[in-house]
């Protein structure tokens, strides 16, 4: 592959033009890397501004079997953007533009590079707003969240990513150009678009997203309830829903990572409490009115010590800075930090907690909760330190732990975070053989080379074919932080 | 030589197998079937459809038989596989807000069972004592409040389908957020059971609101335009809002020259009060003078009564288009149907979607033989102004002769070999779906 990069480069040159190829192991570097603990260096990174760039990129890899891995912002937290099989990285970052809002129709044509905060921020004026909001909302691009199907916080009413994309205009693993989904409703075929949302960038590249934008709520109210324990609070959130209301958001953070936020962000937080509560109500003033004092009562019932209301908001954004930045805190509490993505049904919270704290404490690493509780989706920051490799493989198994009893609890392994190259072998604690045989197929009709993010998504063995062959990879931690021990030195 | 590729069928345990006259309940368009086949258990599906598909037979899955009419009339129907007997909850949690329910399972009997528990799954089909989940899911069936609360595929948070060679696969879960591999069961809702058949569902539920208003009002000469303009800055979002022409019969309001409006609101009491009064200003403001009001359980009926014109058909003289577009359009097309319908003697009716951006129209002519030559030059027609619009239901001749699904999305290559890679042998539905897949 290095003997024929040159003239490969040559052709990556031609259609991208000198200022959208980067061959400088120095610029590499910067590619190595994700939101997740994974690495791997590419051969080339593009960066091409138009979907026909990027139609022929897609071509010329297809033809000389190169792999090219799509990347937004590199935000993603499971490995989905690091080019494992090393190839070519296609970097979207430079297709950014807004290119038409339609606030008659509710919607609104980007490029996949545009950061999702940018989207918000544009229709804000007009009194609209992107529902999805990941935590990382102001650096994650939208064709990102296309490919992770991401979520946030706000997702417990509002859905996620695909619930939010009318259509998509995408590259295809051969380079063809199509167009899926539709900005009228009901468009014939199999829903494209659904399946393409979260398909991790291993069937498609997308180059242009119509999406939904909504009406900005009338009235929103935000508040946080202080509890004794994640018990007490996960009991809490159960039976505000048992009520009949259903908060846009239900945000949990447990004692140690309440310490970490209150001296990251200063946001107010309440350090002693064992565990807070955001809840955030959005609908018409009297909706809101009517369930507000509901939810205050539900909460001191279930032994709530404090309940604050924001009263206005700049009292809102600052319940909401804390959240917001709580993975970027654990660097005051921890070197490193690897988190789980696990969901559950809600109702099963407090034992799946107890879990969680008991996996930790079987390894000797501490556990911070920061989770969407509505959603039932916990992320678990199993502290570490990523250069002792021994850490690392107690905190891998941790993770495990922590991922069997999400299956168990009758939940999934990966709510927002993806698969990527971190949990593909864990894949078979949720599907059958059966199942997995149905998405390789799927992924086979989709990109028959796995051409398109290798190594990605299916378990190895089933994900990546090269040279004909099935290849078994070296994915998880432990293996990763020895191979970051020896990228540390060779850089 | 087709007994012979049936009698695998036989000895499958868990299913029942119907032939001769008793099998001819089950109906596709104007064919009826020569044999059945009613599994008792996921396993029996999956093995009646790998037996089929072993053997060669074209098999069509059979839910409540309310929308067979949809799409090309099948290449060829050897089996029918009726879900009737997947039926029931399998789980639900009114505390999760999640449910988990077998394909046969009517709408009917899921709604009763949510409403039991303050809640709702707010997904219309027609005939909801017949219509079943699976059935729902397999056509993709958005109902009147889809503008608000989403199609199937956005309540759909897991599925579990039968394939062509006797797996059974799994997609998604019983949680409401989930990226684990690829999202297939929203690959399979629309799909029309060509790529494999769906035996038991999975959806987020959500609490039924309080207060629930459904308030129609007849639209005098002048008004519609107006009130047109006025439904877009109504403060509370309806779930539901059509202006409607025709139907006479059917709908339990009085309708005027420019036809009627309904409105259906959900929300807490107070809010849907002050929805209410915003409402009348707004159609005061249009000049409408009054409007019918139902409330509760009488606004759910009225809602129902709206749905079931989808499925809507006057016995072999009728035909149903769904056009999609933006709202103004969809009027203008809907009056310019009207005109050419009055050349061609036919009547017409029609619902549009004003939150969602769909016609309903349906034209029916005095006799079937009297459709066979007035239908052609409304086909045109729409193929020329909505070249996407799709044709509901139809006379079968009508149905093997037009473009049901409109025309071919660009991703069709992509689309038949994913149909490949799930049905090889071409064994579901097969020549009814888009490009006849």
């Not at chain 1, 040159?13 to 997740?36: C, E, K, N």
């Not at chain 1, 468009?187 to 939904?212: H, W």
């Not at chain 2, 991703?411 to 890679?421: D, F, G, L, T």
Request: aromatic share 4%; charged share 20%.
């Amino acid at each position: 592959m290095i003997e024929q990069s040159a003239s490969f480069t040559q052709r990556l040159r031609a259609i991208v033009g000198d200022d959208g190829l980067l061959t400088d192991p120095q610029q590499l570097r910067l590619y190595m890397y994700d939101g997740s603990i994974e690495r791997a260096l590419p051969l080339a990174v593009v960066l091409p501004r138009t979907p026909e760039q990027v139609a022929a990129l897609v071509r010329l890899c297809h033809a000389e079997g190169v792999f090219l891995t799509p990347r937004g912002a590199g935000t993603g937290l499971s490995g989905g953007s690091i080019p494992l099989c090393g190839g070519v990285v296609l970097s979207l970052a430079r297709m950014k533009a807004i290119l038409s809002v339609d606030t008659e129709n509710q919607m609104a044509t980007v490029e996949p590079g545009l950061v999702n905060l940018d989207l918000t921020r544009h229709v804000s004026p007009k009194g609209f707003q992107y529902v999805p909001d990941p935590s990382s909302q102001g650096a994650c691009t939208i064709g990102g969240n296309v490919a992770e199907n991401s979520g946030g916080p706000h997702t417990l009413t509002g859905g996620v990513t695909t619930n939010h994309v009318l259509e998509l205009q995408l590259v295809l693993a051969d380079g063809t150009q199509v167009s899926v989904g539709s900005q009228a409703p009901d468009p014939p075929g199999p829903d494209l678009v659904g399946v393409v949302c979260g398909s991790e960038g291993t069937i498609a590249i997308v180059t242009r997203i119509v999406c939904r934008i909504v009406r900005k709520a009338e009235c929103v109210r935000t508040m946080l309830a202080a509890f004794d324990s994640c018990r007490a609070a996960s009991e809490a959130v159960s039976a505000v829903i048992a009520s009949g209301i259903v908060p846009t958001a239900m945000e949990m953070m447990d004692h140690p990572a309440l310490s970490a936020i209150e001296a990251f962000s200063h946001a107010g937080y309440p350090v002693d409490a064992g565990a807070v509560l955001l809840l955030e109500l959005e609908a018409l003033r009297e909706e809101v009115e009517d369930a507000a004092p509901r939810v205050v009562e539900i909460c001191r019932a279930g032994g709530a010590s404090e309940v604050r209301v924001a009263r206005n908001e700049e009292e809102r954004e600052a319940l909401w800075k804390g959240r917001k930045k709580a993975f970027g805190a654990m660097g005051r509490i921890g070197p490193s930090y690897y988190v789980q993505d696990g969901v559950i049904p809600r109702t099963r919270l407090p034992e799946v907690l107890d879990r969680v704290e008991e996996a930790a404490r079987k390894v000797g690493l501490r556990v911070a909760n920061v989770f969407h509780a509505g959603d039932g989706n916990l992320h678990p920051l199993i502290l570490f330190d990523d250069h002792d490799p021994d850490q690392a493989k107690r905190a891998i198994a941790a993770g495990e732990e922590i991922l069997r009893a999400c299956v168990e609890a009758g939940g999934s392994i990966t709510g927002e975070h993806g698969v990527g190259m971190e949990k593909r072998d864990y894949m078979g604690l949720q599907f059958s053989e059966a199942t997995l045989a149905a998405f390789t197929a799927f992924r086979d009709a989709c990109d028959p080379g796995h051409t398109l993010n290798p190594y990605k998504l299916l378990p190895s063995g089933l994900g990546c074919a090269e040279g004909g062959k099935r290849q078994k990879t070296l994915t998880q931690m432990q293996a990763l932080a020895e191979r970051n021990a020896a990228i540390g030195e060779a850089y | 030589m087709l007994a012979d590729a049936y009698a695998p069928l036989r000895e499958i345990p868990d299913l029942d197998v119907i032939d001769g006259s008793q099998a001819g309940v089950f109906r596709i368009g104007e064919q009826r079937a020569r044999l059945a086949v009613r599994p008792r258990t996921h396993a029996a599906a999956a093995a009646a459809l790998r037996a089929c598909a072993a053997a060669g037979l074209h098999v069509v899955p059979y839910g409540g038989g309310t929308a067979q009419t949809l799409g090309h009339p099948p290449f060829r129907i050897d089996v029918v596989l009726a879900l009737d007997l997947l039926r029931g909850i399998h789980a639900y949690d009114p505390h999760d807000l999640t449910l988990s329910v077998e394909a046969g399972t009517t709408l009917a009997e899921l709604a009763q069972t949510l409403a039991r528990a303050g809640q709702h799954l707010p997904l219309d089909g027609a005939q909801p004592a017949r219509a079943t989940v699976g059935g729902l899911l397999a056509t993709g069936h958005a109902g009147w409040r889809a503008g608000t609360y989403g199609r199937p595929r956005d309540l759909l948070i897991g599925l579990r389908t039968a394939l062509t060679d006797g797996s059974q696969a799994l997609s998604g879960g019983m949680v409401v957020k989930n990226v684990t591999g690829y999202d297939l069961g929203k690959l399979h809702a629309g799909a029309l059971g060509t790529l494999g058949v769906i035996l038991r569902a999975n959806f987020k539920v959500m609490p039924l609101a309080p207060a629930r208003r459904f308030v129609a009002a007849a639209l005098p000469e002048g008004t519609r335009a107006s009130v047109l303009t006025r439904i877009d800055t109504l403060i509370l979002r309806p779930s539901a809002a059509l202006v409607l022409r025709g139907w006479e019969g059917e709908l339990p309001w009085k309708s005027g020259d420019e036809g009627s409006i309904a409105v259906m609101l959900e929300g807490a009491a107070g809010e849907i009060d002050r929805a209410t009064r915003d409402l009348r200003s707004a159609l005061g403001a249009a000049g409408i003078p009054g409007a019918s009001i139902f409330d509760q359980a009488r606004a759910d009926d009225a809602l129902a009564q709206l749905n079931d014109l989808w499925g809507s058909e006057i016995g072999g003289r009728s035909a149903a288009y769904c056009l999609r577009d933006d709202t103004t359009r969809l009027i203008s097309w809907a009056a310019m149907l009207e005109r050419i319908a009055v050349t061609e003697q036919m009547a017409v009716d029609f619902a549009a979607d004003l939150l969602d951006g769909r016609l309903l129209v349906r034209l029916a002519a005095p006799t079937g033989h009297a459709l066979r030559s007035s239908l052609p030059s409304c086909e045109e027609f729409i193929r020329k102004e909505a070249p996407g619009a799709r044709l509901l239901h139809a006379p079968e001749w009508a149905r093997r002769e037009f473009p049901v699904w409109g025309g071919e999305p660009s991703a069709i290559a992509r689309m038949r070999e994913i149909k490949r890679a799930f049905d090889p042998a071409g064994t579901l539905n097969a020549g009814r779906y888009v490009g006849k897949i």
